[in-house]
């Protein structure tokens, strides 16, 4: 280990831009007409979102409109739902005092599809509304439009015609549902209708639903996928989210670790959201790139919303979705927290040097990231590929995804990331076989077998602690007269990286990060523990309503005198 005395002067030049973030959200609750709860269904790309309310002390709903932070009662009365809204600002859905599926515009007002009882589950951007007829004999899925009227889907074949409900419509007029007798997900094109088939499920007949479809032809939606027996019919005791499309068929999208899931709409990103079991009840989701996220986890923490089912996502990135706020079911959108910023504008580089040690690292904003990066040559011996993946990978591991740098409810992980060059700036560590030295001069050494601390056991942790130094931190333990404490503020902490190889970086490791931004922005930046590796532990600071910070494009250079030491380490020490 290398124990050392910093002492620091700095110049810093700022340039300020934003960086890209575009998976972190800010909540905001649509309200309700006086009562108790709200439920959303459907957002356009121009985060008009639809739904329905209460009103004061009354269970009855009433279809709603939400734009422009204000929430609308459309007029149809109540036991009304509004189920979808396009581009142009139509909107369906169903009266349930009349029992007919209307369409509303804010030109015309509300129109009836059907004279019969009737349901319009979704429309698309031209106007081609997809729905379902409700007679003593059963439900029949239908396509509306205003040139030709109303036409029934029929069904798959070889099922009942009569116990089908159309649930989803693309602009391509393709439609997706779901059949009763078998229950049976189904796709509707061309003038057929098909069997999209079902999760594999042991002990009983398959089953599926479909909700949703985007305009690649992708269709979400649930089907029993029970690693033991499965229910026949609707709410499976382990139902799953599924994706379906041409090319691959159904894949199970898995759950957030309970039994069941069931994803509800998919943009044209492939982005899916719905609802999944957890350990601590129901939680909205995301679903991209192969992994299903909990949306709450990407929400500040402390603001008192838990995000229960996530109904629809736009093109934008908006989710609507229910949770609990304050004790009452709420409607809420999330906002993608998303600063453009042309990539060049986003780097930051720092030197520390003297006359023996010379190290460059960079600071960048990159997504919902503050990173480090970190490059680093060694020189001497060859450890090995195995034992230079694990110096880079525990290094990262012990310090990255900590701590956040939270502004406005805004958060920014802190992460590293070490990279092993073979020229050019950055760290020089000379690579020895066995313990090395008891003391030595610049550069330090690294050492690639030892019965101590850079044994099998500890060698991430001990490139962690020398990581630590690079960063200007001093040793957090004194044990027989080694280790450098800052003269300061001398820490002694067995549970700090900087003080045992058993322990982890502290929010004190990155003040001088957040010091060095709060200085040259003017913001009040504070610390916080990240959200997605310790939710709920910690809320975030109450803003002063400053304006959102936007510290992507920094250069800074911080010239000092550095003094270093290495010794032996134990189990113990660090």
């Known amino acids: 280990m290398k124990e050392k005395l910093v002492v620091l002067t700095a110049l810093a030049v700022l340039m300020v831009s934003s960086p890209v973030f575009a998976q972190r959200y800010n909540v905001v609750d649509l309200g309700t007409f006086g009562g108790s709860w709200s439920q959303p269904y459907g957002i356009n790309d121009l985060g008009q979102v639809v739904g ?20 609308q009662d459309l007029g149809i009365g109540r036991s009304s739902v509004a189920y979808d809204i396009n581009n142009s600002g139509q909107i369906v859905g169903v009266d349930n005092s009349s029992g007919r599926a209307f369409l509303w515009d804010s030109v015309n007002g509300r129109k009836n599809i059907l004279d019969s009882s009737s349901v319009a589950r979704s429309i698309n951007n031209n106007g081609q509304v997809a729905g379902f007829i409700c007679s003593r004999d059963g439900f029949c899925a239908f396509i509306w439009d205003n040139v030709n009227g109303t036409q029934n889907l029929g069904a798959i ?3 009942s015609p009569v116990d089908t409900m159309a649930y989803a419509i693309n602009d391509r007029a393709q439609i997706v549902g779901y059949s009763f007798w078998p229950m049976r997900a189904f796709l509707w094109q061309n003038n057929e209708m098909s069997d999209l088939g079902a999760l594999p499920c042991p002990g009983a007949p398959f089953w599926s639903q479909a909700y949703g479809i985007n305009n690649k032809g992708e269709v979400v939606g649930r089907s029993n996928a029970g690693s033991s027996f499965c229910w026949v019919g609707y709410g499976g005791n382990e139902d799953h989210a599924f994706l379906w499309d041409s090319t691959n068929g159904m894949r199970d999208l898995g759950t957030l670790g309970g039994k069941w899931s069931a994803g509800y709409t998919i943009n044209d990103f492939s982005q899916v959201v719905g609802s999944s079991e957890t350990n601590s009840g129901n939680h909205a989701f995301l679903w991209e790139n192969g992994v299903m996220k909990n949306l709450n986890d990407f929400i500040p923490n402390g603001i008192g919303w838990d995000l229960v089912e996530a109904r629809s996502i736009n093109n934008v990135g908006q989710i609507v979705g229910s949770g609990i706020y304050e004790g009452q079911q709420r409607a809420f959108i999330l906002n993608p927290v998303v600063r453009n910023v042309p990539q060049e504008a986003q780097n930051a580089t720092l030197h520390t040097t003297n006359g023996h040690f010379h190290s460059q690292y960079k600071l960048s904003f990159e997504g919902d990231c503050l990173k480090i990066n970190l490059p680093i040559r060694l020189i001497g011996i060859d450890p090995g590929d195995e034992v230079r993946q694990i110096w880079e990978e525990g290094a990262e591991r012990v310090w990255s995804n900590q701590y956040d740098v939270v502004y406005d409810n805004t958060s920014y992980g802190i992460v590293l990331d070490v990279k092993f060059v073979n020229f050019g700036e950055g760290a020089t560590f000379r690579v020895v076989q066995g313990e090395g030295s008891y003391f030595v001069g610049m550069p330090g050494e690294w050492y690639t077998d030892s019965v101590f601390s850079w044994g099998p056991d500890y060698r991430d942790e001990a490139v962690a602690h020398e990581i630590g130094h690079l960063l200007g931190l001093y040793d957090e333990y004194y044990q027989n007269g080694r280790g450098v404490l800052d003269p300061d503020n001398p820490i002694i902490d067995p549970t700090s990286i900087m003080g045992s ?17 709060k200085g040259e922005t003017g913001f009040n930046m504070v610390l916080a523990p990240s959200p997605l590796w310790r939710p709920g532990e910690v809320g975030p600071p109450v803003n002063d309503g400053s304006p959102v910070p936007e510290p992507s494009g920094i250069t800074f250079l911080i010239m000092g005198t550095v003094i270093i030491f290495l010794k032996k380490r134990n189990k113990s020490g660090a």
Do not use: C
């Not at 190889?501 to 931004?517: A, N, S, V």
């Open 157 to 159: 074949p070889g099922y």
């Open 501 to 517: 190889l058993d322990g982890m970086p502290k929010e004190r490791h990155f003040q001088d990060i957040l010091e060095w931004l």
């Open 52 to 71: 329905y309310s209460t009103k004061g002390v009354s269970d009855y709903a009433y279809a709603f409109i939400w734009q422009n932070g204000v929430i």
